[in-house]
């Protein structure tokens, strides 16, 4: 029996279980010791109430034989009309039309970031920025492709351009950026688009924080550029957007015109989804579809805003230290030089023990997160206060 030899390539363990088995060995050491996490960023907020009155009606949908349903629609990839059309109408606002058949129902954008590559050949060669989420090296390292980095830096504000020298087949952009908090406009999307068209290569965009985006001039959408329609797929999620870190609800957008190699990705996405997949389940998309409504966007509206200020409590007390970071705006991570030239771990150790707060370690995301870390503003307001309060005082000490 052969097994997956690619496993060896991969560190021992997922980064966030990493900082979670340290997080939990320090709290059990110290039980005394309140220690905030800043570290994962998972969401604090409830659901909003839109989200949870149209749950509990799709749960009575269930109690009565009229109204229960079992699998999804089969023609749709189990994606319900009510859900389809709400998304539709999220992105017409952003002045992008999508087809019904366009989007797929997930149970988040993490799971599709590796299911998507199910539509790609292993010999293919993939480019992803350096720091990066760690989901798309590692699940392209489990297949066995070859991996090239785009640098980004502090020299171009952790945003990396296209090189035309790099032939590259799939492409990573994810925008606003996690770890890094920095985010593209559309000037710099469409150098992505051109290039990618101009490769043959596919840009998979992962849109998980768009609604954090304030600033007109950036993109909510890479289907915002012109030509992406021919070499995009875009990833989104409700978790960031509306607290499904839990529920567990995204969407997946292929357009038709994606074609490579003479296949229709959409229909291979189809195709692959209703073979290994069967749905997110009635009541999840339910809530979900309650999200983009008129009160779901100006409930969800109250809890980005929650977020965003945790965001400028944290950049405030980072000003106030004289520490250099981005993000912070239109991103809910704040991505931070450390002080006094630590490395990210030691940082990560030092804030550990002297100020009981956890983050993420930059190097965590790659070679060029070394000396960074990454705080989220997904915490409680009490609980971020507290951490930059602590963190103040450490460091002016
Ligand atoms: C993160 O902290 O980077 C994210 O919460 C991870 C994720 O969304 O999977």
Redesign the pocket.
């Known amino acids: 029996m052969n097994i997956n030899e690619h496993f060896k390539e991969l560190k021992e363990n997922y980064l966030?279980a990493t900082v979670g088995a340290k997080f939990a060995a320090y709290q059990k050491a110290h039980p005394e010791r309140k220690v905030i996490k800043l570290?994962?960023?998972?969401v604090t907020r409830p659901l909003a109430p839109v989200v949870i009155e149209a749950m509990h009606r799709a749960v009575d949908d269930m109690a009565h034989r009229e109204t229960f349903k079992g699998y999804g629609p089969d023609q749709t990839c189990y994606g319900y009309d009510v859900l389809l059309d709400s998304i539709r109408n999220s992105y017409a606002r952003k002045g992008v039309s999508l087809g019904a058949d366009e989007i797929f129902i997930s149970d988040g954008?993490?799971s599709d970031c590796g299911n998507i590559l199910d539509l790609f050949s292993a010999d293919n060669t993939v480019l992803v920025p350096d720091p990066v989420?760690p989901?798309y090296l590692d699940t392209n390292l489990m297949a066995g492709r070859r991996i090239l980095f785009a640098d980004a830096n502090a020299s171009n504000g952790f945003l990396p351009l296209p090189d035309d020298g790099v032939r590259a087949d799939i492409i990573y952009i994810c925008s606003p950026n996690?770890?890094t908090g920095a985010a593209y406009n559309r000037e710099q999307l469409k150098l992505w688009v051109d290039y990618a068209n101009r490769m043959g290569a596919v840009i998979l965009y992962d849109a998980?924080y768009e609604y954090f985006v304030t600033d007109p001039a950036l993109a909510r959408s890479i289907f915002e550029v012109e030509g992406a329609r021919t070499c995009a797929i875009e990833l989104c999620?409700y978790?960031?957007t509306a607290g499904f870190?839990g529920v567990r609800c995204g969407y997946t957008v292929v357009p038709r015109e994606l074609v490579r190699g003479g296949m229709r990705l959409n229909r291979m996405w189809a195709r692959r989804q209703s073979t290994k997949f069967n749905g997110v389940s009635y009541i999840t998309q339910m809530g979900a579809a309650a999200v983009f409504t008129e009160e779901g966007e100006r409930q969800i509206a109250e809890n980005l805003g929650y977020y965003r200020n945790n965001a400028r409590i944290i950049s405030e007390c980072l000003d106030g230290l004289g520490i250099w970071y981005t993000g912070g705006k239109n991103s809910p991570y704040i991505w931070l030089k450390c002080p006094g030239g630590m490395e990210s771990w030691a940082f990560f150790d030092y804030l550990l023990e002297n100020a009981n707060v956890v983050g993420?370690p930059g190097s965590g995301f790659g070679r060029n997160g070394e000396g960074y870390f990454r705080l989220?503003a997904f915490g409680t307001e009490e609980n971020t206060r507290e951490a930059c309060r602590r963190i103040a005082a450490l460091l002016q000490s």
Not at 39 to 42: F, L, R, T, V, Y
């Open positions: 966030f570290s994962i960023g998972d954008a993490k989420y989901v996690n770890p998980a999620s978790s960031k870190t993420t989220t």
